[in-house]
């Protein structure tokens, strides 16, 4: 499956950047800790970000699928997925904090659920740089992510 993922991704590879990303959320405080534990890594956004696929799906509902590379020591900024997501690690390895859950590793070749409106954030704590691909199935114009990160840049 992770060969699929990498042709895939390279099939589809389109020179479009996605949007920024929404500051805020309504429901959600806006937090500095997951699990009552401040986030390791240094904040900075996914780089190199791809949208491969933004689709409408024959329900209504949009299709978004992204690639983007997390840095060797970098972490995303604490964030909800309103309608919740996936992540498959293609290359390097993740850290996955969620709220209420155990921190787990995510080595290449495996892929992660992001549940819904669920505070989380994602780190490479390794020396590689990690390629990451996220799907999201959403109501049009819903955003594919949310920040809810007290104290980072807007």
Not at 125 to 147: C, H, N, Q, R, S
């Amino acid at each position: 499956t992770r060969l699929f993922a990498v042709a895939l991704c390279a099939a589809l590879a389109l020179p479009t950047s996605l949007p920024a990303q929404h500051a805020g959320h309504a429901g959600h405080a806006e937090l500095t800790t997951i699990n009552g534990v401040a986030p390791r890594g240094v904040y900075r956004p996914l780089e190199e970000v791809v949208v491969l696929l933004d689709v409408t799906a024959s329900d209504g509902q949009r299709l978004v699928v992204t690639r983007g590379i997390r840095r060797a020591g970098t972490r995303a900024p604490i964030h909800v997925h309103e309608h919740g997501g996936h992540t498959c690690v293609l290359s390097g390895t993740i850290t996955d904090f969620v709220e209420g859950h155990p921190d787990t590793v995510w080595p290449a070749g495996s892929c992660y659920y992001m549940p819904a409106n669920t505070p989380m954030t994602a780190a490479n704590l390794g020396t590689e740089d990690a390629v990451l691909m996220d799907t999201f199935k959403l109501p049009p114009g819903a955003p594919t992510i949310t920040i809810v990160e007290q104290g980072l840049p807007r």
